[in-house]
């Protein structure tokens, strides 16, 4: 019964990040899309609450009252000048919890020795994408903050690095979804995807970053999906779907109105390592 | 692959084309926005962070899920609240962006 009442009140929450999602596209609706989606939000969230795997409280409350209040400084602050590195900041702690959860989720499995192929293949894709979003974020902050220097670095042999780090990825990706239960590959994926976040922002300038920013924001959307694959939870599939189709739409949107193909901000730096000196001069 | 995995992949081919649709073509005014509240809609991890925490798998666990919630939350807190505040901001410029895309 319960369990029927979480499905039906994911449905709406489902259909209410829908409309969300139509309203935002239109400059007359997007406050009453983004209500929306904020109230999906909170029905997605209330309804997870009487969920009958949560049988202990403190920490959630714990965990929402401190969110809270590292949330509202972030959002009410920061000033509009500051957006696009807001928006990344933003990102790399909605990545954080999306590794986190994975990581738990897989050592629970590990404990409990429940873990099947299909399910570490979707918590594998989550902790890569979501180590990938976490430091890639931070990279675009630090960049668009000035911590770090804005223009692209690149170095020689970046294309093979990058090229034989993803092989590695996939042939470890391959090996723990045969073999579940060994760790050590586990942990070689979270630090692949680690790696690939730092690697990926390095060759885009400052100028680019707000379409990286976006990029990141729809691979945040399939850490969820992933996610929701590996618990069995639609609404995180749905709303990841919803997030990471929207993400990818809207990042090649943006690099489209700044008069540059999406393409060249993505290979711009790594598809000839000695063109990085046009792409600093953009 | 179990039925219920077939259907969760229908699922999400279907809302991935629905996230194409609904968000190709719009005005580059709402290119900043849109990305902050897709920013806050990816906060929703912090359903399965909440399971996380709450289903006593442990300390570590716990941990792990009690910080999930907390980044999730602050994500989710942070970017709505951003996103009203921009959109709050273009109020004035409203009817000028209705105008031009009519």
């Known amino acids: ?19 969300a999602l139509r309203s935002l596209g ?25 969920d009958q795997r949560i049988v202990s409280y403190e920490w959630l409350i714990v965990g929402l009252v401190a969110g809270g209040i590292v949330g509202y400084p972030l959002g009410m602050w920061v000033p509009m000048t500051a957006m696009p590195q807001r928006i990344a900041f933003s990102h790399a702690f909605g990545a954080l919890a999306a590794t986190f959860v994975g990581v738990g989720e897989y050592l629970h499995g590990l404990h409990a020795e429940t873990l099947s192929h299909g399910q570490t293949l979707a918590l594998s894709f989550e902790i ?8 890639g974020s931070l990279m675009a902050f630090g960049k ?19 090229l034989s780090l993803f092989a590695v990825g996939l042939a470890s990706l391959v090996w723990l979804v045969a073999t579940p239960y ?27 970053m707000p379409v990286i920013v976006s990029l990141l924001n729809s691979y945040a959307g399939l850490a969820a999906v992933a996610t929701g694959f590996a618990l069995d939870n639609n609404i995180l599939i749905v709303v990841g ?42 | 692959m ?40 990816s906060g929703i991890s912090l359903v399965a962070s909440l399971v996380l925490a709450g289903s006593n798998q442990g300390l570590f666990s716990t941990i792990l899920g009690t910080i999930a919630v907390g980044c999730a939350t602050a994500n989710v807190v942070g970017g ?23």
């Not at chain 1, 979501?130 to 430091?135: E, P, Q």
């Not at chain 1, 670095?153 to 294309?159: A, K, L, M, P, V």
């Not at chain 2, 709505?80 to 901001?89: G, P, V, Y």
């Open chain 1, 241 to 282: 779907a919803l997030d990471g189709a929207s993400g990818f739409i809207l990042s090649m949107a943006m690099s489209k109105a700044m008069n540059r193909s999406f393409a060249n901000v993505l290979f711009g730096a790594f598809g000839s390592e000695s063109g990085g000196a046009d792409e600093g001069a953009s």
């Open chain 1, 144 to 162: 668009l903050q000035g911590i770090l220097p804005g223009a692209p670095i690149t170095f020689r042999g970046q294309n093979l690095f990058n």
């Open chain 2, 80 to 102: 709505f609240l951003i996103t009203d505040r921009m959109l709050a901001m273009f109020k004035p410029a409203k009817l000028e962006a209705k105008e031009s895309v009519a």
């Open chain 1, 1 to 19: 019964m319960i369990t029927t009442g979480i499905q039906l009140a994911y449905l709406s929450s489902a259909a209410l990040f829908v409309m």
């Open chain 1, 26 to 50: 239109q400059p007359t609706t997007a406050r009453r899309g983004m209500q929306m989606a904020a109230f999906g939000m909170l029905v997605a969230v209330c309804a997870t609450l009487v």
């Open chain 2, 2 to 41: 179990t039925p219920t995995v077939i259907i969760q992949l229908f699922v999400f081919l279907l809302a991935g084309f629905v996230g194409f649709q609904t968000i190709t073509r719009i005005p580059p005014l709402l290119h900043t926005p849109l990305m902050a509240a897709t920013n806050a809609i």
């Open chain 1, 182 to 208: 060994d760790v050590t590959f586990f942990m070689v994926i979270l630090v692949i995807g680690t790696l690939v976040g730092i690697l990926m922002v390095l060759p885009i300038g400052g100028a680019d």
């Open chain 1, 128 to 135: 890569f994408l979501g180590s990938l979003t976490v430091t």
